[in-house]
């Protein structure tokens, strides 16, 4: 494996920086364009974003506290998309599911090129101009990445601050520097503020600091290690510690909870989540080694679909080939040893909330990209060395193979964002039609609610409505295609009548989201009457 270039910035980064930028943003521009809706957690956030608006100081109605106590999230991105969305609401005609959705996705267009820069300044500690670039270019464009860092969802904005952090973490075990540990802590804190996983970093620190201490030729004086080591800490808790005073949790997320109840009791089983690599099905008993084993074989399924496929082959040749060199430089252990305190924890989570999902795995394939391109790099120098003749072909198979996987990642990455959603998108603009006061809509799926402006509602004064008057409760319902959950999901399961269904040329039975409407029941779900 050749020796990475110097690791000073030169004209050449700078412009292969705005080739990523012209190359990465048609893809971002194009998602954009091409959503059919947001994703679900997205509907959360703008919840908690329109919450905060809510906030009254002066008649102490509604505090940031009350605010922060009652969202399972961490509150970076939805304050982020709060202010994208003042500008968007007031050039685009106020308070709509569309410009709430556009807000959430702008924040991460610009979130996804910021991401760019400390992506590549990253790998430029390690590797060369070409590396970088490659490696860069290619986690934009992996589905996994081109898909997620597009969608209304926090990772985006988590990530910049999360290899911001990174970036600075190497530094600082590098030149045992107090302003490098003071940066290094304030994008851990900004990292820990968006998700709870951005204070992982803080650990990683300080062992690597106390480690470096045991090898002479790593070795700095004792005091200037716990200098580095209070100053990395002390800023992190500083800029992190509003969110812990006013929750009184490190965490209020589910997934953090999971793990801290269910640690007395791992024989425990939670509930499946779509969407994500089940470890087990409820009631499933496999024993601590068994389901590490499964836990272990639900991530390698997320690992490779992350690095869709083939990716992870030249990933694996590329550590390989790369770790005689790499494993001299103490900043590659801070990151070896970040990589794998977040595995383990992927491990824990799979074995006790029986679930790992894509987005968990995001970091861990973003390493892996450069990896990846060092690999496919390598393999052609590797396979000429036989024929000698033949080595200045390398440059050019590499160059093929690069661009060859870019091409095979592109049907998927340029998917519509939740093109099978149109249903659901469909009944939420039928509904928004329909809608009187006092109707209640009950959806499982949360879209259709969300587009007839049911989240708008919520922080409305309800309607007092006549005496005689009885509103409606529609029930949207969407058709699972997963069979065991199909068949629960009869007519019979399902009060009042059909009225509306889509695709609207299929057949009832056939229909994909249909909506049933029945008189609001007042025991049940009662409104304000005069």
Known sequence: MEEAEPRSITRRDWLLLAALFALVLPLRLWLLSNTEVTARDSIGYIRYALQFEQVDAANQRVSYQTVLKNNHQHPGYPLLVLAMSQPVRAWNGGLTAENMELSTQLVNLIASLLLILPMYFLARQFFDCTVSFGGTLLYQYLPISAQNLSDGISEPVYLVMLVSGLLQLVHAVRERSVWRAMLCGLFTGLAYLTRPEGALILPTFGVVLIALQLRASWRCPWRQCLECVAAGAVTAALVGAPYYISTGNFSNKPTVNVIKQMADAPRATASPILFAATVARPGQEHGSAGMLARSAWALGVEMNQGFHYVAGVFAVLGFVWSFSR?????????????????????????????????????????????????????????LLALAPSRANFAPFAFGVVFIALIAFCLPKALQRLHGNRLPNHEAGLWLADQFQDGDHIDDDHAWSHFFAGGIFRESQRPPVLPMEYVPTTWTVLTRSRDTEIAKHQTEASVPGRAVKWWPESSDLQNARVVVYSQPRDWDKNRWNKK
Not at 335 to 343: D, F, G, I, N
Not at 350 to 356: P, V
Not at 357 to 369: A, E, P, Q, Y
């Open 326 to 382: 790499l494993r001299r430089d103490p900043g590659f252990w801070a990151l070896l040893l970040y990589a794998l305190l977040h595995t383990i924890i992927l491990l824990r989570l799979g074995m006790l909330a029986n679930y790992i999902s894509d987005r968990h795995v995001m970091i861990l394939v973003l390493g892996g990209t450069y990896f990846a391109v060092a690999g496919m790099r390598e393999l052609p120098l590797r």
